[in-house]
């Protein structure tokens, strides 16, 4: 990769840029000193299709002095903007520079329109139409993608409208989900339930935690089994925020629901991700979204 950052890189560059306008420049002074010899018809001697004659005429003038005038400006250009390689040009001007200048002035300009969110509480700000509007477009830009224009989400992403959290559903633990991401990890525990059967007994004794179909004999067989899973999801099996451990009672399922699909989970763990979003959203923008968001579930 070195070879392509390297100091001949912006000399060639430079060469390359200056070689053409010199070109241009002999070229037109070329063109000017030419002479061709005329018949006494004021022609080249050339024709045509039999009777398509070129004439000698001089460019005209407009012409010569566009083409000046374009060649100078090439130059202007390079003394004043980046083009001849690494030089920056006497204003220092740069694409990154005008997109922060733009930036900047865009957070001057919504700066105040979030000021007067920073001291309202949450449920005001859920209510209020133009911070709903606002949180409603940040959301379908930068969420919907995941969890859907209607935040239901789907199989792998949650719903953000059920009230069910993994994390927890505070307005302040939703703000720190934005800004900071999530990862949940649950590890393979096959090994830690037993064998292939009693995984599958732990399938059936979850399945009844939330009154869903089962084997009520492999249930009962698995209740034992399921103090391997307990460090997470507790005893009861409805879950530990803290951890981002899921109620196994609420019959609500993000990587899917039946028998095959909690062997395979048991067997196989799953690792999600929600990534940190504070480099995109000013801390304004996340209590107005995180207001948005805890709103689809408390209206």
């Excluded at 566009?66 to 390079?78: A, K, R």
């Excluded at 903007?81 to 740069?94: A, E, I, R």
């Amino acid at each position: 990769m070195s070879d392509f950052t390297s100091g001949f890189w912006s000399i060639a560059i430079i060469a390359v840029t200056l070689g053409g306008i010199l070109a241009c420049v002999l070229l037109l002074w070329g063109a000017g000193k030419a002479r061709v010899s005329p018949t006494g018809d004021n022609t080249t001697g050339h024709v045509w299709d039999g009777d398509l004659r070129e004439m000698n005429n001089p460019l005209p003038r407009w012409w010569v002095w566009m083409f000046v005038i374009t060649v100078v400006f090439g130059v202007l250009y390079l003394v004043l903007y980046p083009g001849l390689g690494d030089k920056p040009g006497t204003l220092n001007w740069s694409s990154s520079g005008e997109h922060a200048a733009d930036v900047a002035k865009h957070q001057a300009t919504t700066a105040q329109v979030y000021a007067k969110y920073a001291a309202m509480p949450v449920p005001e700000i859920a209510r209020d139409a133009q911070a709903q509007a606002i949180g409603e477009r940040l959301f379908m830009n930068n969420c919907a993608q995941c969890h859907g224009s209607d935040a239901r989400g789907s199989k792998g992403f949650p719903n953000l409208a059920d009230g069910d959290w993994l994390w927890g559903g505070e307005p302040s633990v939703i703000a720190e989900t934005i800004a900071k991401g999530r990862i949940g990890s649950m590890p393979p525990m096959a090994a830690a339930v037993g064998t292939p059967d009693d995984v599958r007994n732990v399938a059936h004794y979850v399945l009844s935690l939330s009154n869903g179909p089962h084997d009520s004999v492999r249930a009962a067989l698995g209740k034992s089994k399921f103090t391997a899973c307990a460090a997470c999801h507790g005893s009861n099996g409805k879950g530990n925020p803290l951890l981002g451990a899921p109620n196994l009672t609420d019959d609500i399922w993000l990587h899917g629901w039946g028998e095959e699909a909690i062997v395979a989970m048991v067997n196989n763990g799953k690792t999600n991700q929600m990534p940190a979003q504070e480099g995109k959203f000013s801390a304004e923008q996340i209590r107005v979204l995180a207001s948005y968001v805890w709103g689809l579930s408390n209206r």
